[in-house]
């Protein structure tokens, strides 16, 4: 697996303000690094490789990003905060549908879902990556929490509802599809899996409050 | 990545049959090969190192396996055989409960879970070991997908519910939190898993009959 030393001078990429050369050297550099991590996987990621990709000078990279996994870090930085915003349809299950939706079509976009088996597989075996990829998840989670907190303001769902909970429930069986099952990534899938997270929400399966929830689903 | 070519004399795997010297040998070239992907990932197998773990010839693994990606698919089709068999309590969440708690003990097991996330890891980038992931998956849905139908024939659930997909639904958010999101692997999120996947089933979001879904769910 490809791997640099993180020089103490590389300065924290998440810094980088947008605007100006610093951030179109950033936006060159993490479009040719998602290229390369799309045909090539982790393993096959090289500092120099990205720098001739971009046009950008290769100590300009190796000075910014010091090692393939900051480099990786800042991409998943960078994806979080330029992906889709919620939606707001004024109903849980057309929320959640369109949620779904984006899942889907980002996993079975012929760039963005290798770049996704990519990233998934090296945190698998890198500590530093697995993190970041925990932070992209949780700001896309907390990006489309409001939500279900707003369908629990309207009466659609127990008031004690885990908005992060149910938004992962839409995800986790298209991510399972994506990487263990195999079984296609179709608009059913999408819609199924907006279906059930609403229908178990509904049901109080994401209600914080243990007691109650059992008193509903039991009953 | 280590892989080699598969030699034509190599004997399917599968058609090994349990008893005697072949038996013991599978056995423990499986357990080594289990354990160092646990310890080093997929990256870092190699059949020599195996056969030595195994106490086995060399010669003898190269000529029955013959590839990595061949002792990986036969890893996870004796995984698929070995594992438990379904519960069978008489009610549907309890019996979600205890795919929960199997598939959550099985994650969070100090050998396994490295194991999983190593194999997961390799499907990702070989289309041999994601079609061996893909099978293994199919037989532990199947073997669990009896108490779904169980639960539709006493009238738990309507009756053209997917049992397949209930299966997966139990597992998702599971592997969602070991695979994307870090948050930890409790009993509370198995519990809630089962849950979930029991409310969502009863409210109709595995129904076959799309209509009939539609009319359940939005009334």
Redesign the interface.
């Given at each position: 697996?490809a791997s640099d030393n993180t020089s103490p001078e590389t300065p924290d990429p998440g810094t980088v303000r947008p605007g100006g050369r610093t951030a179109r050297v950033r936006a060159a550099v993490l479009d040719a690094a998602g290229d390369a991590l799309a045909e090539g996987?982790f393993?096959g990621l090289d500092l120099s490789e990205v720098a001739r990709r971009a046009g950008v000078g290769k100590t300009t990279v190796y000075r910014r990003w010091g090692s393939t996994t900051a480099l990786v870090a800042d991409l998943l930085a960078d994806m979080a905060e330029q992906s889709s915003p919620r939606s707001d349809t004024g109903a849980l299950?057309d929320d959640l549908r369109a949620n779904a939706h984006l899942v889907r079509t980002t996993l079975t976009d012929p760039r963005q879902g290798p770049l996704f088996?990519?990233v998934?597989?090296a945190?698998?075996?890198d500590e530093r990556t697995?993190?970041a990829?925990?932070r992209f998840?949780?700001i896309r989670?907390a990006e489309w929490a409001p939500c279900v907190e707003l369908a629990a303001q309207r009466g659609e769902l127990p008031p004690d509802t885990d908005p992060h909970?149910v938004v992962?429930?839409v995800?986790?069986?298209l991510?399972?599809r994506f990487?263990?099952?195999?079984?296609p990534l179709d608009e059913?899938a999408a819609e199924?899996a907006a279906?059930?997270?609403?229908?178990?929400a509904?049901?109080?399966?994401?209600r914080t409050t243990?007691g109650a929830?059992c008193a509903i689903?039991?009953a």
């Amino acid at each position: 697996m490809a791997s640099d030393n993180t020089s103490p001078e590389t300065p924290d990429p998440g810094t980088v303000r947008p605007g100006g050369r610093t951030a179109r050297v950033r936006a060159a550099v993490l479009d040719a690094a998602g290229d390369a991590l799309a045909e090539g996987g982790f393993a096959g990621l090289d500092l120099s490789e990205v720098a001739r990709r971009a046009g950008v000078g290769k100590t300009t990279v190796y000075r910014r990003w010091g090692s393939t996994t900051a480099l990786v870090a800042d991409l998943l930085a960078d994806m979080a905060e330029q992906s889709s915003p919620r939606s707001d349809t004024g109903a849980l299950l057309d929320d959640l549908r369109a949620n779904a939706h984006l899942v889907r079509t980002t996993l079975t976009d012929p760039r963005q879902g290798p770049l996704f088996r990519a990233v998934i597989a090296a945190a698998t075996c890198d500590e530093r990556t697995a993190h970041a990829l925990h932070r992209f998840y949780e700001i896309r989670v907390a990006e489309w929490a409001p939500c279900v907190e707003l369908a629990a303001q309207r009466g659609e769902l127990p008031p004690d509802t885990d908005p992060h909970e149910v938004v992962r429930a839409v995800s986790a069986p298209l991510y399972h599809r994506f990487l263990l099952s195999g079984a296609p990534l179709d608009e059913e899938a999408a819609e199924r899996a907006a279906r059930a997270a609403a229908a178990a929400a509904r049901a109080g399966a994401y209600r914080t409050t243990p007691g109650a929830r059992c008193a509903i689903i039991e009953a």
